[in-house]
């Protein structure tokens, strides 16, 4: 069995970390190119013609290198601040992100005014023209976009004070809790360490992780009650200002998807979770409870002999993925190999997951913690699965490679679903394969209620946002009925400061971070079952998919490549039977269980 490092490799990149010197140069680089894109879009004028392309053609190259150039820059920067949360350096480049990220969208903002003015016969001819006709999604995308937005001189006031306002309520969130500390088991934990005990199979550990979590938090909820409040006010505002009525118009917008889409979604889900109760009765019952509490939703059910070394989770993803892809293997491989997976559990890491690509390098970076538990083999699968979502993209023109969180969470969620049933087909019947078979289980769950829980608070807080500012005592009073009303009133005892302790809340440049999670999921579920039918030949199709995210929008990437309509039921309707079937399956097998 190959030998793989948990502590992934950044020197290949910039060497010295937060003070290599690489990196100070190719940051003045970027500034130079940043230099030159202002340059061309201030003396840009309107085409006469259709033919007149030679200047655009001449912006979208500047451009393309700039966004390549910033998001290496900036991936680098997350994965500094990730792997030590005390690096003091991390943090200097963090805010020298924001600096010439703001700078960006400012010349952005003032090339899409001269979008919005185009007369658009010229428009639409121009980007019919062979050089141009390869971007016109996206750039069609950002003419349409600007239409709903102020005047260049206001979009740029905002952008400006955002870097100081806006974007620094989230820096301080994430430097606030870099520095919390838990004790559990008498250990002085992070709270991304602590959090990974709340799916312990003894329950004193995660009754103690979760009491001492919602310690911490308690301490705390009054600056980030703070830090929420501002960084809405300040969102609030700026949507005020454009006229938009709705909260989701810009969530729905970047998610390139319909209104309609995400009302059947959830529709079609609230109709069908409802089978869902009796398995929270029977898993309060396999864990010797009169009922769950929010500490018990992701704990094991039984035991299982399936917790696997580093090592053996690479070996096993690996050779699940072949079975699939053979190319999706062999990336995966060479992740593993070039040391590309920061996954060692140590303190000082910033809790969570994510993947991130470095455009210019051409690679990716995985970030993790991992502990051997089947949840985390599927985490380790989930992120390969984004960074082989980025690898499919990385010949393509970079304005096409923008794709958005709803379309990049159904890759991930594609490879987890490929390793966890592959999981369960090589276990052995009986608690085995019952244990493995509700680890899928919480995967619904987690997308059908706790997500839901996040998108019901989330929309009510900014209703209740728009009067005035929101006592911590009323967000913990949202946050409770929200899950009561996703968890369908089945848990004894609730997280009343999870909108403190759940960072997605606290990110600013994708709103409303939690739909589509639940959307990649029943994408991915109905793309998986195509794959099943397909076998092998799906591949080159898969393939295709992935490789148009980042030029459709979903209800058009959906229909070319699987032929349904999104905003029908039929789809949804489809998906969320796959998912029961597993609950089917494991409500059989646990009434095994307890009869054995």
Request: a negative charge; proline letters at 3%.
């Amino acid at each position: 069995m190959s030998t793989y490092t948990m502590t992934w490799d950044l020197d290949s990149l910039f060497q010295g970390g937060s003070h290599s010197s690489e990196l100070k140069n190719y940051v003045q680089q970027l500034e130079g190119h940043l230099d030159a894109l202002e340059s061309l879009i201030s003396s840009f004028v309107s085409p006469a013609g259709p033919d007149d392309t030679e200047a655009l053609q001449q912006i979208t190259h500047a451009l393309q290198v700039a966004v390549k150039e910033l998001e290496e820059f900036s991936a680098f920067t997350s994965c500094l601040q990730a792997q030590n949360v005390n690096d003091a350096g991390a943090g200097q480049w963090l805010a020298k992100r924001s600096e010439l990220g703001a700078r960006l969208n400012n010349a952005l903002i003032q090339l899409d005014e001269t979008f919005v003015n185009m007369d658009d016969d010229v428009w639409t001819s121009l980007l019919q023209q062979p050089s141009l006709k390869e971007l016109s999604f996206v750039l069609d995308e950002r003419r349409r976009k600007a239409k709903d937005k102020l005047d260049a001189a206001r979009e740029s006031l905002i952008n400006d004070l955002s870097v100081d306002g806006y974007e620094a309520w989230e820096l301080m969130y994430d430097r606030l809790v870099g520095k919390l500390a838990v004790e559990v088991e008498g250990r002085s934990l992070s709270v991304g360490q602590a959090s990974n005990k709340l799916d312990s199979p003894d329950r004193s550990v995660r009754k103690e992780a979760f009491d001492q979590l919602q310690k911490a938090w308690q301490n705390e909820v009054g600056v980030f009650s703070e830090t929420l409040n501002h960084l809405s006010g300040f969102r609030l505002q700026t949507y005020k200002h454009r006229g938009w009525g709705s909260v989701l118009k810009e969530p729905l917008d970047y998610n390139r998807m319909r209104a309609d889409t995400l009302e059947t979604m959830w529709e079609v889900i609230a109709d069908y979770k409802h089978a869902y109760i009796p398995y929270m009765k029977r898993k309060a019952e396999l864990l010797g409870v009169e009922g769950l509490r929010f500490y018990d939703v992701e704990a094991p059910v039984g035991k299982t002999d399936s917790t696997k070394s580093f090592q053996e989770g690479a070996a096993f993803i690996i050779e699940q993925f072949r079975k699939f892809s053979p190319e999706m293997a062999d990336f995966a491989e060479m992740a593993f190999e070039k040391g590309w997976i920061e996954a060692e559990d140590r303190p000082g890491k910033q809790p969570g997951g994510f993947c991130t690509s470095f455009p210019d390098s051409g690679e990716t970076r995985i970030f993790m913690t991992y502990s051997g538990s089947p949840s985390s083999v599927a985490t380790l699968a989930h992120e390969l699965g984004h960074a082989y979502h980025q690898h499919v993209m990385n010949d393509l023109p970079v304005l096409n490679q923008g794709y958005a969180m709803n379309v990049a969470e159904t890759a991930s969620t594609f490879a987890e679903m490929i390793v966890a049933d592959a999981a369960v087909k090589e276990a052995e019947a009986g608690e085995e394969k019952m244990t493995l078979l509700e680890e899928k289980v919480q995967s619904s769950v987690a997308f059908f209620m706790n997500i839901h829980a996040r998108f019901l608070f989330e929309t009510r807080f900014y209703e209740e946002r728009r009067k005035g500012t929101v006592s911590q005592e009323r967000l913990n009073e949202l946050m409770v009925e929200a899950q009561k009303e996703a968890y369908m009133e089945t848990l004894e005892e609730y997280d009343p400061t999870f909108w403190a302790s759940k960072l997605h809340f606290h990110i600013t440049d994708v709103p409303f971070y939690n739909f589509p999670y639940t959307f990649g999921y029943l994408f991915s579920a109905g793309i998986y079952a195509k794959a099943l039918e397909a076998g092998p030949e799906f591949e080159e199709r898969y393939t295709a998919l992935l490789r148009d995210t980042g030029k459709m929008t979903v209800e058009e990437l959906a229909w070319k490549h699987l032929g349904v309509n999104l905003e029908e039921r039929e789809f949804w309707e489809h998906a969320v039977e796959l998912c029961t079937a597993d609950l089917s399956a494991f409500m059989k097998y646990s009434e095994a269980s307890k009869e054995g």
